[in-house]
């Protein structure tokens, strides 16, 4: 050896043929900056190419460990600082590796080894160590900052070692040991559903281990998997003493509440919401005025009254952020005793409420508005479905006496409906965008499974409803704006220029312009005008609405870019949302002219929490379902249904089952015989050698060939092609197809 190594001897004992130490590696670095494989071996006199190999194989070590990055090509390596170390959220995938999410760069990959140390959810500080062959940065986690849960669901499980429980998704890399004592102490058998606490953390070497603290044996799958997900997912299921006790101090009011409020009493306000619905958060009221005008009132619970500001309610709420919605369970972000009583507009009770009083023109245009505290009592009860009925035949004997027999409620909703047609003319005036897509709910049997997927509709009722609540909404928004209120906007900002160039390719399917950078709602609108009626509209609209971006809460207003409002905010829903909540809050203080309430959180703070309570209760609802429709396929393994073609990708074709609502994955090696090449901008999947065509909007048989329940993730075998879509038509010409394998980006073979 030429280099003066103090770790010599320890190497020159360990290896036949030494190399420089990782201690020296370093130095070196240190000192002369970053170097390639090359200088290293350079500086160390290295020409032996077994030693020069050993020497590559080391470095290779090191940055595996973390203790040097490597950037560039050739690689040029460097030592690792603290500065490299950044802070995230592992995310967890089904196949055992996962990310660190970082909020400033892009998220590290974790190989399986790294996933050792952690679950799904935990904080972590980690650094970037390589960047792999796909152009990702992997990472080494350095500690674990904060474990996301210690409580745990799985099954029980055996193998040679001894007892464990095996997690479900995302968490399955991760099984957790348990003594015998653990297993005969509650009387557990192999495969029955468990709760286990998490004793000692995993590392590299060992599992983690636990004690299992529950049975839950006695729980249908519906609600087994609800309470994984909530525990999987970090959401507040349980109310404190504290809250409780807040909650359940307060009576009936009183004439001490009503002091300062406005008395509808004798307004005929009525509630319409779903036939299941348990709390009725807003009641409506219209007349007409002189000139043909309008007067419609909003009334929204009065959550505000109750949920003082910083107290253990409010910070339960804050905690929260909105109600989480299951099939057949709501986890709310307020005790029941709220939500479902004092908080509920239910039918002939005093209730507190704020109120948005609007005028409108007779062309459908606000003309003013004022917001107050006031003391309601809901004069019916009705149900979107019994609207309907009402408005398709007005003597229907099954529509309810508190309808049909209250003149004044009767023409108050004849008024709301003649209402409704003029607000749906402002609302195609201004481009809002109308999507035909299907919402589904989930019939259960009496053991919890499914007994049907049925689409939800939306009638007038409905609509109306909406269309009163989007013009209290938008009156609040100008009102907070105009008096410079601390609330949260509903901001929908317009789509990125790459996913407006996807649509601007796409449309070209139906012969229309689309721009290729800042588009309006118009030009959403004339798509969404001329595919409505197709066949495939759902398909097509799915894929427009997946262009767009997500809504945020915020304290500065940009509008919203789907409503088509310029200013936007919630206030109809303080019952299950906070900003709604805040809102309330601010609009009272400003209208009674009170002191506004002092937070202990700040408006960015909240814009940030409530945005992220939002994203973590729809993960977690679409998680369930997702669970729920697996579960429910893999009885009809074998069986085969009709479905329609509803997402194309260079990996395949995802299906919806058309009387099912089910999505699955035909793999694009089961699509046909022939070599497939994904066309992204037509959306396509084109056989190259016969032109046969797949895509959106195809009407296709499938085969269910099987379900992954870790992955959530249903394959189908195509039997079939029934019908094409209308712009699938035709197979390709030579030359068309010649033009698709150049402007194709990906292709894949049947294998």
């Given at each position: 050896?030429?280099?003066?190594?103090?770790?010599?001897?320890?190497?020159?004992?360990?290896?036949?043929?030494?190399?420089?130490?990782?201690?020296?590696?370093?130095?070196?670095?240190?000192?002369?900056?970053?170097?390639?494989?090359?200088?290293?071996?350079?500086?160390?006199?290295?020409?032996?190419?077994?030693?020069?190999?050993?020497?590559?194989?080391?470095?290779?070590?090191?940055?595996?460990?973390?203790?040097?990055?490597?950037?560039?090509?050739?690689?040029?390596?460097?030592?690792?600082?603290?500065?490299?170390?950044?802070?995230?959220?592992?995310?967890?995938?089904?196949?055992?590796?996962?990310?660190?999410?970082?909020?400033?760069?892009?998220?590290?990959?974790?190989?399986?080894?790294?996933?050792?140390?952690?679950?799904?959810?935990?904080?972590?500080?980690?650094?970037?160590?390589?960047?792999?062959?796909?152009?990702?940065?992997?990472?080494?986690?350095?500690?674990?900052?904060?474990?996301?849960?210690?409580?745990?669901?799985?099954?029980?499980?055996?193998?040679?070692?001894?007892?464990?429980?095996e997690l479900g998704s995302p968490n399955n890399h991760q099984p957790i040991t348990v003594t015998d004592d653990s297993v005969q102490a509650l009387g557990a058998k192999l495969g029955d559903p468990v709760k286990v606490d998490v004793i000692d953390w995993p590392?590299?070497?060992?599992?983690?281990?636990?004690?299992?603290?529950?049975?839950?044996?006695?729980?249908?799958?519906?609600?087994?998997?609800?309470?994984?997900?909530?525990?999987?997912?970090?959401?507040?299921?349980?109310?404190?003493?504290?809250?409780?006790?807040?909650?359940?101090?307060?009576?009936?009011?009183?004439?001490?509440?009503?002091?300062?409020?406005?008395?509808?009493?004798?307004?005929?306000?009525?509630?319409?919401?779903?036939?299941?619905?348990?709390?009725?958060?807003?009641?409506?009221?219209?007349?007409?005025?002189?000139?043909?005008?309008?007067?419609?009132?909003?009334?929204?619970?009065?959550?505000?009254?109750?949920?003082?500001?910083?107290?253990?309610?409010?910070?339960?709420?804050?905690?929260?952020?909105?109600?989480?919605?299951?099939?057949?369970?709501?986890?709310?972000?307020?005790?029941?005793?709220?939500?479902?009583?004092?908080?509920?507009?239910?039918?002939?009770?005093?209730?507190?409420?704020?109120?948005?009083?609007?005028?409108?023109?007779?062309?459908?245009?606000?003309?003013?508005?004022?917001?107050?505290?006031?003391?309601?009592?809901?004069?019916?009860?009705?149900?979107?479905?019994?609207?309907?009925?009402?408005?398709?035949?007005?003597?229907?004997?099954?529509?309810?006496?508190?309808?049909?027999?209250?003149?004044?409620?009767?023409?108050?909703?004849?008024?709301?409906?003649?209402?409704?047609?003029?607000?749906?003319?402002?609302?195609?005036?201004?481009?809002?965008?109308?999507?035909?897509?299907?919402?589904?709910?989930?019939?259960?049997?009496?053991?919890?499974?499914?007994?049907?997927?049925?689409?939800?509709?939306?009638?007038?009722?409905?609509?109306?409803?909406?269309?009163?609540?989007?013009?209290?909404?938008?009156?609040?928004?100008?009102?907070?704006?105009?008096?410079?209120?601390?609330?949260?906007?509903?901001?929908?900002?317009?789509?990125?220029?790459?996913?407006?160039?996807?649509?601007?390719?796409?449309?070209?399917?139906?012969?229309?312009?689309?721009?290729?950078?800042?588009?309006?709602?118009?030009?959403?609108?004339?798509?969404?005008?001329?595919?409505?009626?197709?066949?495939?509209?759902?398909?097509?609209?799915?894929?427009?609405?997946?262009?767009?971006?997500?809504?945020?809460?915020?304290?500065?207003?940009?509008?919203?870019?789907?409503?088509?409002?310029?200013?936007?905010?919630?206030?109809?829903?303080?019952?299950?949302?906070?900003?709604?909540?805040?809102?309330?809050?601010?609009?009272?203080?400003?209208?009674?002219?009170?002191?506004?309430?002092?937070?202990?959180?700040?408006?960015?703070?909240?814009?940030?929490?409530?945005?992220?309570?939002?994203?973590?209760?729809?993960?977690?609802?679409?998680?369930?379902?997702?669970?729920?429709?697996?579960?429910?396929?893999?009885?009809?393994?074998?069986?085969?249904?009709?479905?329609v073609v509803t997402t194309v990708t260079n990996f395949g074709l995802f299906v919806t089952l058309k009387d099912l609502y089910i999505d699955g994955l035909v793999h694009i090696s089961n699509v046909g015989d022939d070599f497939f090449v994904y066309d992204e901008?037509?959306?396509?999947?084109?056989?190259?050698?016969?032109?046969?065509?797949?895509?959106?909007?195809?009407?296709?048989?499938?085969?269910?060939?099987?379900?992954?329940?870790?992955?959530?993730?249903?394959?189908?075998?195509?039997?079939?092609?029934?019908?094409?879509?209308?712009?699938?038509?035709t197979e390709a010409s030579p030359a068309k197809k010649k033009r698709r394998r150049s402007n194709s980006n990906g292709n894949s073979k049947k294998d």
């Open positions: 050896m030429s280099w003066n190594d103090p770790n010599a001897s320890a190497e020159a004992q360990k290896y036949d043929n030494p190399v420089p130490s990782r201690e020296l590696i370093l130095s070196t670095i240190n000192e002369q900056g970053e170097l390639t494989h090359q200088q290293l071996a350079k500086a160390f006199n290295i020409d032996d190419p077994d030693q020069f190999d050993a020497l590559g194989n080391r470095l290779k070590a090191m940055a595996r460990d973390g203790q040097v990055n490597r950037d560039g090509r050739p690689y040029r390596y460097r030592t690792v600082t603290q500065q490299d170390v950044v802070s995230g959220t592992v995310s967890a995938h089904a196949k055992g590796f996962g990310f660190v999410l970082l909020s400033d760069m892009p998220d590290l990959f974790l190989h399986e080894k790294q996933m050792r140390w952690v679950f799904n959810g935990d904080k972590v500080n980690a650094i970037g160590t390589s960047t792999d062959n796909r152009g990702r940065t992997e990472g080494r986690i350095v500690e674990v900052t904060e474990r996301h849960q210690n409580q745990f669901i799985g099954t029980l499980a055996q193998d040679e070692d001894g007892y464990c429980v590392n590299q070497h060992e599992f983690a281990t636990g004690k299992i603290t529950e049975l839950l044996n006695d729980d249908n799958d519906r609600e087994l998997i609800i309470e994984t997900t909530l525990l999987n997912y970090d959401i507040p299921s349980e109310f404190s003493e504290a809250v409780l006790k807040q909650a359940n101090d307060y009576k009936e009011p009183t004439e001490k509440d009503l002091k300062g409020r406005t008395d509808l009493r004798e307004l005929p306000l009525v509630t319409i919401d779903g036939a299941d619905a348990r709390d009725f958060d807003d009641a409506v009221f219209a007349e007409k005025r002189s000139g043909g005008n309008y007067r419609v009132l909003v009334a929204i619970a009065d959550v505000s009254y109750y949920v003082t500001p910083n107290s253990a309610l409010d910070q339960e709420a804050y905690e929260r952020g909105t109600s989480v919605y299951f099939p057949h369970r709501v986890i709310p972000m307020l005790p029941e005793v709220l939500s479902n009583g004092l908080c509920s507009l239910n039918p002939d009770v005093d209730r507190l409420c704020m109120v948005a009083d609007i005028k409108v023109s007779r062309a459908g245009k606000v003309t003013g508005y004022e917001f107050y505290p006031a003391v309601m009592n809901s004069q019916a009860r009705l149900t979107y479905d019994q609207v309907n009925d009402y408005f398709t035949n007005p003597k229907d004997d099954s529509i309810p006496k508190s309808l049909t027999d209250n003149k004044a409620v009767k023409k108050s909703v004849d008024t709301l409906h003649q209402l409704y047609d003029l607000l749906l003319k402002k609302r195609e005036e201004r481009h809002a965008m109308e999507f035909e897509t299907v919402e589904t709910y989930i019939e259960f049997n009496e053991k919890g499974g499914i007994a049907a997927i049925l689409p939800r509709t939306r009638g007038d009722a409905h609509k109306l409803i909406e269309e009163c609540m989007l013009l209290a909404n938008t009156c609040a928004a100008n009102f907070a704006l105009k008096h410079e209120l601390p609330v949260l906007y509903r901001n929908h900002d317009k789509p990125d220029g790459e996913k407006s160039m996807r649509i601007h390719e796409f449309a070209k399917n139906f012969g229309l312009s689309f721009p290729e950078e800042n588009p309006t709602q118009a030009d959403y609108q004339r798509i969404i005008e001329a595919t409505k009626d197709r066949p495939d509209a759902i398909s097509v609209h799915s894929m427009l609405l997946r262009s767009m971006m997500q809504a945020k809460y915020a304290p500065d207003n940009i509008g919203h870019f789907g409503l088509a409002y310029d200013e936007y905010s919630h206030f109809t829903s303080p019952i299950r949302r906070y900003p709604d909540l805040m809102l309330h809050r601010a609009l009272k203080a400003k209208v009674t002219n009170s002191k506004q309430p002092e937070m202990e959180f700040s408006l960015e703070g909240a814009g940030t929490q409530t945005s992220d309570t939002e994203r973590r209760a729809e993960k977690a609802s679409r998680y369930v379902e997702s669970w729920l429709k697996s579960h429910y396929m893999k009885d009809h393994v074998g069986e085969e249904f009709e479905g901008r037509q959306q396509q999947l084109v056989g190259k050698d016969k032109g046969t065509l797949f895509g959106l909007g195809d009407s296709v048989r499938v085969k269910v060939a099987g379900v992954n329940m870790d992955l959530l993730q249903i394959d189908f075998d195509l039997k079939a092609k029934l019908q094409s879509s209308e712009m699938n038509q």
